[in-house]
């Protein structure tokens, strides 16, 4: 089978799950006492949130191995991390607002954690425009290495520097000290959901970097000029 | 290649390009009256009567050398295009890093004398005492232009053989410069308040630590981004 179309059916498959984890989460899990239905977005926010931040990272490795090897798999690779990393960005600037409003009573504030996502988002969307500003794919490919090896080193940055600001954001239930605060319907819930969202980050993963191949065999023969 | 050599080959570059702009001082003309201009511009944006001028002059002095150093960092390798002078540069037997160091070096110093003229017009045209707070006000300047000229002089190594290269420098930039940027607002509000200067030691080792990351990992990438 084409690579494209097996990241087409982890995809589907993917997001199949994912109507089945809301499922669950509406129809299984308990209703939070303080903030009611509005918290059945934690299922879908933190499993992005938690990979737009792991794509940047990796997006950041690939870059530092890709200079000292030069191997275009890795480039591909960056490449289509961080478009999946924008993607995943981009629901979690959606999903926190629209969870804000009921919660918070503003769509939007100058909170530690809302500012950090809008920042690793504008990196990845600076580190895309990089990409399809270069025209020659030699240089290209060594231009968004360096840009995305900066960009991995900048986010503890970005953490230390938001993070001296008082926050409004709920603290993490999960991955803190100790065992998880949340009941367990509620947590094998969550770790459904974070596995459908490894499964999804996959399946755009494999599209994307098949898509980067064929459009780079487009390239070589001269049929396309560049995205 | 042994450090000495490396810090005279930079040396070599700086010089070269400072000569460059000495001769003409088109750029930094130009670049002084912007700053004039933007300090102006910002005098009608405000409401005098609302917001104090000592609240709003760590924000107006740091916005206008964010504008100020952008322009000044796209000038650094567009010069080298003309008549290919990148490649006379690359073919010199020197480190790649050195020639960054170079360029680094001639950024900082004409980003230096465009604060120079920014600060004491700050001061003339605002109202806000400088003079007192002048040491550690020039230790904040110095260690956060320092952190975002390098991360500048790294990227636009790379923008000015773009499309759209003025445009694209800062896209990539800011959100580089920020985080040294708040840093630098948060301390200068402090010093101009006369605040002690244990308030803003914290800000001074988080402006030093970014500073020694972002230089280190500039000298070690420039060379991927001018090899052929």
Redesign the interface.
């Known amino acids: 089978m084409r690579m494209v179309q097996v990241g087409r059916w982890i995809t589907a498959i993917a997001l199949l799950l994912l109507v089945g984890v809301y499922l669950r989460a509406l129809a299984y899990t308990p209703v939070e006492q303080s903030q009611g239905l509005a918290q059945k977005i934690f299922y879908l926010h933190v499993p992005a949130a938690i990979w737009a931040e792991t794509a940047m990272i990796l997006v950041g490795l690939s870059s530092a191995f890709y200079?000292f090897t030069k191997d275009p798999r890795l480039d591909r690779f960056a490449a289509a991390s961080a478009e999946v990393g924008t993607i995943f960005c981009a629901i979690v600037l959606t999903t926190g607002p629209i969870w804000g409003k009921p919660i918070w009573g503003t769509w939007w504030t100058w909170d530690a954690r809302l500012t950090f996502t809008l920042?690793l988002f504008?990196?990845y969307?600076?580190y895309l425009?990089?990409r399809s500003?270069?025209?020659d794919p030699a240089?290209r490919a060594?231009?968004a290495?360096?840009?995305g090896?900066?960009a991995m080193?900048?986010v503890p940055?970005?953490h230390?520097?938001v993070y001296m600001f008082p926050t409004l954001h709920p603290m993490p239930i999960v991955l803190q000290p100790g065992r998880p605060k949340l009941p367990g319907s509620m947590l094998s819930t969550w770790l459904m959901s974070l596995g459908v969202f490894t499964l999804l980050y996959l399946g755009f993963m494999v599209q994307r970097y098949a898509l980067s191949y064929l459009r780079e065999e487009l390239e070589a023969a001269g049929e396309v000029g560049h995205a | 290649m042994r450090s000495p050599n490396l810090l005279r080959h930079a040396w070599a570059v700086a010089s070269k390009d400072l000569l460059v702009e000495f001769r003409s001082r088109t750029a930094i003309l130009s670049v002084a009256v912007f700053v004039v201009l933007v300090l102006v511009v910002f005098n009608f944006g405000r409401d005098p009567t609302a917001v104090s001028n000592l609240d709003l002059a760590p924000s107006i002095l740091w916005v206008t050398f964010t504008f100020a150093a952008i322009l000044a960092l796209n000038r650094a390798f567009q010069l080298e295009l003309e008549n290919h002078a990148l490649e006379g540069l690359l073919l010199a037997p020197i480190d790649r890093s050195s020639i960054y160091l170079g360029k680094l070096i001639a950024n900082l110093v004409f980003v230096a004398t465009i604060e120079l003229i920014g600060v004491p017009l700050l001061a003339l045209f605002f109202n806000v005492l400088v003079l007192p707070y002048l040491a550690p006000l020039i230790a904040v300047i110095v260690l956060a232009t320092v952190g975002f000229v390098a991360?500048g002089t790294?990227?636009s190594a790379?923008?000015v053989?773009?499309?759209?290269a003025e445009l694209?420098l800062p896209?990539?930039l800011?959100?580089?410069m920020?985080?040294p940027l708040?840093?630098a607002v948060l301390a200068t509000g402090r010093l101009l308040a006369g605040r002690p200067l244990s308030e803003i030691a914290g800000w001074l080792n988080?402006l030093a630590v970014?500073d020694i990351?972002?230089v280190t990992?500039a000298v070690m990438?420039f060379p991927?981004?001018v090899?052929e």
């Not at chain 2, 053989?161 to 759209?164: I, L, M």
């Open positions: 200079l920042f504008l990196l969307v600076g425009l990089l500003a270069v025209a240089m060594r231009y290495a360096v840009l090896i900066c080193c900048e940055f970005i230390l520097s | 991360v790294l990227f790379m923008t053989r773009t499309r759209f694209l896209v990539l800011l959100p580089f920020i985080p708040s840093w988080m970014y990351v972002f990992l990438l991927a981004t090899n």
